[in-house]
């Protein structure tokens, strides 16, 4: 299983990520992992995409064609820089063009478009993968079972995936949640409450 954040997040659980310009390395973790739970506060939950700004990691020698591809789109394209004013370099060494589209009506689509474009290496919509959403400091849940594809809005852990009929196929063991995050920090001292209360 694999715990991460996210900088937005939609009803149907597709996600933007990259705001730390890491959705590279997150997207090859979350791939290899049979679960992606995602632990986030109220603030990042949107009725659609797009008031973040997309991360889309590229080659340097690509930016400028993909920088006008993707304004081709309609979005507005900005180089991110680091404190110095310098091109931000990704931990593999490439540069971020933050997007901002506005609404995305369709993260699925927008992800094949970016990813046919040469010189993009990665781009922060994660779609289709069967994450489950966990809100630090709220009653409401969003999860989707990645065997059956069940979604539900529960009023806690019990109802998501691993209890009821998915119990069996998507359960999940009361380490597991807790295994990411120091005892004493605010996402583990909820995480470890709800845990507790509810398996």
Known sequence: MTIDGADEFDPDLNLIKGGGGAMLREKVVASASKQLAIVTDSSKQVPVLGRF??????IGFAEPLVAKKISDLGAIVARRCDSSGMAYMTDES???????????????????ALSDMPGVVEHGLFVDRGATCTQIGGASYENACPVSGTRRQPTGLRDQPGGGDDRGRCARRRGTWRAGFAPGSEIGRALHGRVEQHI
């Open 94 to 112: 490439h540069h971020i063009l933050d997007c901002r589209f506005g609404e995305i009506p369709d993260p699925p689509a927008l992800a094949r």
């Open 53 to 58: 700004p997309l991360p889309v990691e590229v």
